[in-house]
Nanobody, 121 residues
């Protein structure tokens, strides 16, 4: 089993910055794509950003130029630096990782428990 634990988040005023981090642990043989999703009240969960093992990134249009995703492969961690935050960025942010627990198994998706980010106007 693979466990993802998020940290960071909190409350910030519009225009401010926050960061969230996620650490993967457990029976990890290999981590593939890692990323962040978010879910605002009454809305569907949406992709925010993802990063491959090789460092290729992809961002939702709504956060391009403001958010930066990074990872440290040797520590099985992924982070999201969020700048110029807007009230519409308010949501629960979830870490997601594609992971294998052994060489002969397929990749499965794992999710963290989520961390709240609130941006006040």
């Amino acid at each position: 089993q693979v466990h993802l634990v998020e940290s960071g988040g909190g409350l910030v005023q519009a225009g401010g910055s926050l960061s969230v981090s996620c650490a993967a642990s457990g029976s990890i043989f290999d981590l593939n794509v890692m990323g962040w999703h978010r879910q605002a009240p009454g809305k569907q969960r949406e992709l925010v950003a993802l990063i491959t093992k090789g460092g290729i990134t992809n961002y939702a249009d709504s956060v391009k130029g403001r958010f930066t995703i990074s990872r440290v492969n040797t520590k099985n961690t992924v982070s999201l630096q969020m700048n110029s935050l807007k009230p519409e960025d308010t949501a629960v942010y979830y870490c997601k990782a594609e992971a294998r627990t052994s060489w002969f198994r397929q990749y499965d998706d794992y999710w963290g428990q989520g961390t709240q980010v609130t941006v006040s106007s």
